[in-house]
């Protein structure tokens, strides 16, 4: 039946389609001369309608009989299916496409809309069931709150307790009361956790056992012990409508105080317990005499030293006193009712008369003891013969007379350490030494006495090693940090032959050992002395061996070539040689000399520089030159790599020009034949950097810091490779530094070459034309005046070329300039004519720049005493810094100092 009313409604579906086509059909031709050329709207309208009404099947028929209706009624031949041309084709096709495209949207549009009523119905039931699952778990929390609050209303309610609920998976649904807060714990704590969450894994499992017994519906009761507290806790299954176990319901009580109670009865017990047999082993085996009465005087306890003392028989429990002492004395009897009417008696030597005459010495003490009650139940008696001591005071008495009498004649300190190395005696000479009274000595540790902690800690190991080795040392102390003492300690003994302490007996060395320590001292001072004269005069030797040899080398030739130049012999082309070859030897000679001279000046102080403006690559070049000939001899490359870019420096063209020369020729010279030498110039930072480098002999690393020194060199023997007096590398490193530069030298070893390095400070040019240190501040050169024309400056430096260096870029800025090489002399020269500047070293020999600067302060004003003062120093800390003001100065610069920026310190130091 499904069947047959699907296939009629599908035919129904055709048959709209038909009509709606015929329709269409209909009103064009009515309408057509108004539609032409237009005549497929109302197809379109037929298509759609058939689709909307009988689905994409029913559109196709519309769009067939509509394409089929207006090729034969509206195309030319008309009332013909001959229409089939590109054009009518064309026409038709798009009609169709647009006709079967909107039956394709229809029938999407269909889908889509039976699409969203399912959504629809779908979306509809299932809100539906949510509400349905709301209400449910609505009225489930409302029932689930009434339980708790039940549940909350009696945990209010139960004294010192709590209730818990917590469901299959061991988590925590309800948890409340009194004894949850005892334990320092909340409820938002734990509901919500499972118990190996919220509680400690220890405490969570021995619960877990407990719980789970519960879930299987066995109800359990425990007592267990929770943060330091203890709980009995009863727990019982809670079921939900099915009959299921679905929680466990806890109930929980705080039993601590009667634990507390029943364990302190306990222990009461036990401790009592023992009390009294601890009571009776002490008084059994005190080692002395002691008796424990009633009130009756009978016998309650006694010690074993009590029967021997007394020989006494046992067994004394019960029996009284004085049956025991038949002739006991009234004044013991009252002693004892003094006792039990709560006086102590005692005394410290009493006399006790035997039977058999003899005499013993007692040291004894009486008193009550008291019950649970605080009533006296009776006395105790304690008792000490001391007849072995007295007799042994006696005798120590007499032996301390004798020793009394020694020590106190004694020069030499005596005393006695007990185990601990407390002082317990100490003669006079001793409290001399340590400089303290008896008082201040005896019962103290030398820990206490010495002034040096490390000496007494030392002193004190040395005590406790005798006394354990019990063996006699001889030992060597400074008590007072000053004398030194040797002594002989040795361990003394008791009777029992056990150590228990020590006697030491000293004897003052300090001169004794201050002489060796001098001896000793004037022996190493001697041999270093002998040691550095036998270096300086093995130097000197050397020295004078090659400057004897490399001033007689050259005079060789010059003189064999000028007497054969006498006689005339030679021809012209002999000639020539012969004069090239005294001049080449002549210009030798004269730079030894003018080494010679350079460096006398040098240690002179006498070296002047000549300063200008100098471009580094035309000094370079210059000296590239004059080695070029002594280069080109032994085939050896000198390549130039000069940066034109490398800005200006201040100094003596001249100099430096020296300055590269000797390096130059050092690395020819040292360089072998076919070798290389490079020179270059760059810019590192703000300093212009010149570095001499070759592939020839290297230093070795052991002569490498000596190779600045005046008058060294690598080898002195007379089979040395390489001529020189050795001067060459001083010079120039009193030269660069003299510019404010620095030189160093760098080698890896024998034959792998050797690298100079001289770096020398940059001037920039200004835009105005100024001229100034890179980074420094500016130097004013608008004027043809000098900045310090006019000024008194006072240099006061001990090392000369220092001081002469700045001396003289003082003098070259316009100032008058007044040298002192100490600050005596200094302070001398600011008294007689006090200058507008001081600038001054700090550590100077005898008086440094800080005292000096005090003492300056300290004259009045006509004297000089606010002279303006600048500190040129190679201290050049922040401390330094601070304390250079402190003591008086200005300012504080430090060496290496370069000349615009002293100038510029003078000038801003006056101009404020």
């Known amino acids: 039946m499904k069947a047959r009313g699907r296939t009629r409604s599908d035919r129904l579906h055709f048959v709209v389609a038909v009509i709606s086509v015929a329709v269409a059909l209909g009103v064009t031709l009515l309408l057509l001369p108004w539609l032409y050329p237009t005549v497929t709207p109302f197809f379109f309208v037929a298509v759609i309608v058939s689709v909307g009404l009988g689905g994409w099947e029913a559109g196709l028929l519309a769009t067939v009989l509509s394409t089929l209706a207006v090729g034969y009624f509206f195309v030319e031949p008309r009332y013909s299916f001959q229409f089939i041309t590109i054009g009518t084709g064309i026409r038709l096709g798009l009609f169709l496409i647009a006709a079967g495209l909107t039956s394709w949207l229809d029938r999407s549009r269909r889908i889509a809309l039976e699409r969203a009523r399912a959504d629809y119905h779908t979306l509809k039931e299932t809100i539906k069931r949510e509400e349905a699952e709301r209400t449910e778990r609505r009225q489930a929390e409302e029932a689930l709150r009434q339980s708790e609050d039940r549940f909350h209303a009696v945990a209010a309610n139960l004294p010192r307790g709590a209730v818990f609920i917590v469901d299959r998976n061991l988590r925590y649904l309800l948890a409340a009361g009194e004894a949850l807060q005892a334990a320092g714990l909340n409820s938002e704590d734990l509901i919500g956790k499972t118990i190996w969450d919220a509680l400690d894994p220890t405490l969570a499992a021995s619960y877990e056992p407990c719980f789970r017994q519960v879930l299987n519906g066995k109800p359990f009761s425990v007592e267990h012990e929770s943060h330091d507290r203890y709980y009995i806790s009863h727990g019982t299954p809670l079921y939900n409508d099915c009959g299921e176990v679905y929680a466990v319901l806890v109930m929980s009580y705080d039993i601590s105080d009667r634990k507390h109670v029943e364990a302190e009865r306990q222990q009461t017990e036990v401790a009592l317990r023992e009390s009294e047999e601890k009571l009776s082993l002490f008084i059994k085996h005190a080692p002395a005499a002691m008796a424990m009465f009633d009130r009756e005087l009978r016998y309650l306890a006694y010690s074993q030293r009590w029967i021997e003392d007394y020989d006494l028989t046992e067994p004394m429990i019960g029996r009284s006193h004085y049956e025991v002492f038949p002739e006991i004395s009234e ?3 009252q002693i004892h009712q003094n006792c039990l009417a709560g006086a102590i008696e005692k005394s410290d030597d009493d006399c006790f008369n035997r039977l058999d005459g003899s005499v013993d010495w007692l040291k004894w003490e009486a008193r009550p003891w008291f019950n649970a009650a605080g009533e006296i139940g009776g006395i105790v008696i304690f008792a000490e013969n001391i007849t072995d001591r ?32 407390r002082i317990i005696y100490a003669n006079p000479a001793t409290l001399e030494v340590l400089g303290k009274s008896a008082a201040e000595v005896i019962g103290h540790r030398d820990c206490d006495l010495y002034p040096n902690a490390e000496d007494a800690a030392r002193v004190m190991e040395n005590d406790q090693r005798i006394m354990a080795s019990g063996q006699t040392e001889v030992v060597e102390e400074s008590p007072d940090g000053i ?30 050992i201050q002489i060796e ?43 064999g ?27 030798l000679q004269s730079e030894l000399i003018e080494d010679l001279l350079d460096v006398s000046r040098i240690l002179q102080g006498k070296l002047s520089l000549t300063v200008s403006s100098i471009d580094l690559t035309a000094v370079i070049r210059s000296a590239v030159e004059t080695v070029q000939l002594a280069a080109e001899a032994k085939s050896i490359t000198v390549a130039a790599s000069l940066d034109a870019e490398v800005g200006t420096v201040s100094g003596d063209a001249t100099r430096l020009q020296q300055v590269v020369w000797n390096l130059l020729s050092n690395a020819v010279k040292f360089t072998p034949i076919d070798g290389r030498v490079e020179v270059r110039l760059e810019q590192v930072d703000h300093q212009a950097q010149i570095t001499v480098s070759d592939n020839g002999n290297g230093i070795p690393a052991n002569f490498l810091p000596f190779v600045f020194d005046c008058f060294r060199q690598e080898s002195g023997a007379t089979t040395r490779q390489f001529g020189g007096l050795g001067l060459g590398l001083a010079i120039v490193r009193h030269l660069v530094e003299l510019h404010g530069g620095t030189v160093t030298a760098a080698s890896a070893g024998k034959g792998v070459g050797a690298t100079f390095t001289v770096k ?10 100024e001229m100034e240190r890179r980074g420094d501040g500016e130097m004013e050169r608008g004027s043809s005046t000098l900045p310090l024309t006019g000024l008194q400056i006072l240099v006061i430096d001990d090392e000369t070329d220092s001081r002469d260096f700045v001396a003289f870029v003082l003098e070259q800025a316009g100032a008058n300039v007044t040298t002192a090489a100490i600050a005596s002399e200094g302070f001398l020269a600011l008294t007689h004519a006090p200058p507008d500047v001081l600038v001054s070293d700090i550590g100077m020999p005898e008086v440094d720049g800080y005292m000096l600067m005090r003492q300056i302060r300290a004259l009045p004003p006509e004297q000089g005493g606010q002279v303006k003062a600048i500190a040129l120093t190679a201290y050049a800390g922040d401390f330094n810094q601070q304390q250079a003001l402190q003591a008086g100065f200005e300012q504080h610069i430090s060496k290496p100092v370069e000349p615009e920026a002293l100038v510029r310190a003078v000038h801003a130091l006056l101009t404020g």
């Open 331 to 333: 004044a013991w009897k």
């Open 390 to 421: 007295k007799l042994a005071e006696a005798e120590l008495r007499q032996k301390n007379a004798i020793l009394d009498v020694v020590n106190q004649s004694a020069p030499t300190p005596i005393f006695v350490k007990d185990r601990q190395g």
């Open 483 to 512: 004398r030194t003492f040797l002594g002989m300690k040795a361990p003394y003994r008791n009777e029992a032959g056990e150590v228990i302490g020590l006697i030491g007996i000293s004897n003052d060395i300090t001169d004794r």
């Open 517 to 559: 320590r001098d001896r000793e001292r004037i022996l190493q001072q001697e041999q270093a002395a002998r040691e550095a004269a036998e270096q300086a005069n093995r130097i000197k030797d050397e020295f004078l061996a090659v400057l004897s040899h490399e001033l007689r080398s050259p005079l060789n030739p010059i003189l």
């Open 561 to 587: 070539w000028s007497r054969l130049l006498q006689k005339g012999n030679l021809d012209a082309t002999k000639t020539a040689q012969a004069l090239a070859t005294i001049e080449r030897n002549a210009k």
């Open 760 to 769: 020398l400070p940059l001037l920039k040019r200004q835009g105005d034309g």
